[in-house]
């Protein structure tokens, strides 16, 4: 493969990682992104030439992936492409920071992403796609026009090398083979909307999760996030927090008034998905938590959750069975300072693995 040039729009003796990079755009890449990125910093600061194949020999990816993490910097406005008349890559031209940094400064205000406030999360799918252009002036429709792809268009991109593997995953998703109508979908997502394999994985998932297996549905959800300038999975999975109104009515029963944290929306994720449980219980464990601790009230909640999803709790009878089974090992003497429960006089129930009065010291300890 053809050697490739790399330049910059300055020369230093060095290779330097800009803080702007670090702040802004290393949280936001994958492993394979950052490892490219950095390593064309190294060889353009040597002045040393590479290659696709280099690059992918030297980190054990594909040539696809490579391709993939440079359009990924490309599309963030770090680097240029450059292509010969035969549209083969020839050279690569790294962008000065500083000077991104200020395009970015001089922008739109009504280029930017409004995010929902806790009282009023936005709606997912096909509302929040509809609403999107109100939200987001800046965005014209026509930029998310799904072309009228011929027969030609979708044989070549069926052809791809990395297309199969593409159409493999959302057929185990989907559950059937795609139809030519579907696998033009996916052409789109790729074509016009820019989104990696990876984001077009999550964006399966989430919306068969949701149990939307209708490709009409996960073409709104991807206008949307296009929308809002998600181009990674992170960034998805924090939307769909906001978008999740389950996650905001428990955050609110255990006394929170603030967007979900990625680590309190996985508390709130595993006791919904995981434990099976349904608002009634969950809710029943933030009004115990509540009443025991002002201070770590996700994990105490969760300790309170794991003992119950343990003893088989499927409905609230059964608390109400476990807290009797409590009351009469008290009323007995038979219940030691080993064995002792979460002991709010006004909620109480059996537990023979977890101390709760102990537990409570030791988070509010913390």
């Known amino acids: 493969m053809t050697h490739l040039n790399i330049y910059k729009d300055n020369d230093t003796d060095s290779t330097v990682i800009p803080n702007l990079f670090i702040d802004e755009y290393m ?19 040597g002045r040393l030439a590479t290659s696709v194949s280099d690059i992918a020999d ?50 739109p205000v ?14 997912p799918g ?15 429709k026509s930029a998310f026009e799904k072309p009228a792809y011929s027969a030609d268009q979708l044989r070549e991109f069926k052809n791809r090398q990395d297309t199969a593997q593409l159409l493999f995953i959302a057929e185990s998703y989907i559950g059937k083979p795609l139809t030519p109508a579907e696998i033009k979908t996916i052409l789109y997502f790729t074509d016009v909307l820019h989104f990696s394999e990876d984001l077009i994985d999550y964006l399966i998932q989430y919306c068969v999760d949701k149990g939307k297996k209708d490709f009409k549905y996960i073409e709104k959800v991807a206008v949307n996030w296009a929308q809002e300038g998600i181009n990674t999975p992170k960034q998805a999975q924090e939307q769909a927090y906001l ?5 905001y009515t ?12 990625p680590r309190e929306a996985e508390y709130i994720t595993r006791w919904i998905k995981e434990y099976g449980f349904a608002n009634d219980i969950i ?56 064995s002792r429960q979460y002991a709010n006089p006004f909620h109480q129930f059996a537990q023979n693995t977890y101390d709760f009065d102990a537990l409570e010291k030791e988070l509010l300890s913390n």
Request: with cysteine.
């Open 110 to 123: 009504s280029s930017f992403i409004p995010v929902p406030s806790a009282s009023s999360p936005a709606v």
């Open 283 to 338: 809710f029943e464990a933030c009004e115990r938590t509540v009443m025991a601790t002002d201070k770590n009230r996700f994990e105490y909640a969760d300790r309170i959750l794991r003992s119950w999803h343990e003893q088989n709790v499927r409905h609230k009878s059964d608390i109400s069975r476990i807290d009797e089974v409590y009351r009469q090992r008290r009323k007995s003497g038979s219940t030691t300072s080993a």
């Open 27 to 45: 949280k936001d890449a994958n492993d394979a992104q950052l490892k490219i990125y950095l390593y064309l910093l190294r060889m353009m600061n």
């Open 250 to 261: 428990i955050m609110k029963e255990l006394g929170k008034n603030s967007a979900p944290t």
């Open 243 to 247: 978008y999740d109104k389950n996650i």
């Open 126 to 140: 096909e509302q929040a796609a509809q609403a999107a252009p109100q939200a987001h002036p800046a965005f014209e």
């Open 58 to 107: 030297k980190f054990n990816h594909t040539e696809k992936d490579v391709v993939r993490a440079l359009k990924y910097w490309e599309k963030n406005q770090l680097l240029d492409l450059d292509y010969d008349e035969d549209k083969a890559l020839v050279g690569i031209h790294i962008r000065d920071l500083k000077t991104v940094a200020v395009k970015a400064a001089a922008a």
